[in-house]
T-cell receptor
Framework: AQSVTQPDIHITVSEGASLELRCNYS??????LFWYVQSPGQGLQLLLK??????LVQGIKGFEAEFKRSQSSFNLRKPSVHWSDAAEYFC???????????FGAGTRLFVKA | DAMVIQNPRYQVTQFGKPVTLSCSQT?????MYWYQQKSSQAPKLLFH???????NEADTPDNFQSRRPNTSFCFLDIRSPGLGDAAMYLC?????????FGQGTRLTVV
């Protein structure tokens, strides 16, 4: 069965520090992988996606993620966190075109001054 | 420009009183979804439409129904809301790339 695991429920980083959010997936075929961000009371905004090709993908707001097939991982990174990055981050996996996207439990990011 | 629009953003309904949530899209995508997201949890897929074909997830309660009168619009009907149905309801569409989400409707049951 398809599943997504985000092992960290919440993470706190200092503003300006680097960030890595972990994501592991279980999928029978070639996965379509996504990271979404959600601010309180808002919908989901796509940060980046991986379908094929270069395993390091760049997204919006300075985020990047690396697909590692051998580890079934798709970790999200940012070199320098801003206070406005505080939000909930969801890793997700889907079929072609994001069909029936399923989500991990999310990681809440707190940013301290 | 909003591509997936949900109305209303906030909905309060009485216990047991039917309620309808609305979603429209300007992307002309074939697939539309409804997700339920409870506080501090991941969005959970309730059902989806592929064109006019309705597909229910196995664990979606019978209390939840949906209608899609045309490509642009999709409705979520909750026949008899219980306190446990209080949640954020997210509408989404997908085409060839990824799922696009609306801003959600926060449902409160009193």
């Amino acid at each position: 069965a398809q599943s997504v695991t985000q092992p960290d429920i919440h993470i706190t980083v200092s503003e300006g520090a680097s960030l890595e959010l972990r994501c592991n997936y279980s999928y029978g075929a070639t996965p379509y992988l996504f990271w979404y961000v959600q601010s309180p009371g808002q919908g989901l905004q796509l940060l980046l996606k991986y379908f094929s090709g270069d395993t390091l993908v760049q997204g919006i707001k300075g985020f990047e993620a690396e697909f590692k097939r051998s580890q079934s991982s798709f970790n999200l990174r940012k070199p320098s966190v801003h206070w406005s990055d505080a939000a909930e981050y969801f890793c997700a996996v889907g079929n072609t075109g994001g069909f029936k996207t399923i989500f991990g439990a999310g990681t809440r990011l707190f940013v301290k001054a | 420009d909003a591509m997936v629009i949900q109305n209303p953003r906030y909905q309060v309904t009485q216990f047991g009183k039917p309620v309808t949530l609305s979603c429209s899209q300007t992307l002309n995508h074939n697939v539309m979804y409804w997700y339920q997201q409870k506080s501090s949890q991941a969005p959970k897929l309730l059902f989806h439409y592929y064109d006019k074909d309705f597909n229910n997830e196995a664990d979606t309660p019978d209390n939840f129904q949906s209608r899609r009168p045309n490509t642009s619009f999709c409705f979520l009907d909750i026949r008899s809301p219980g306190l446990g149905d209080a949640a954020m309801y997210l509408c989404a569409t997908s085409g060839n790339t990824e799922a696009f989400f609306g801003q959600g409707t926060r449902l409160t049951v009193v």
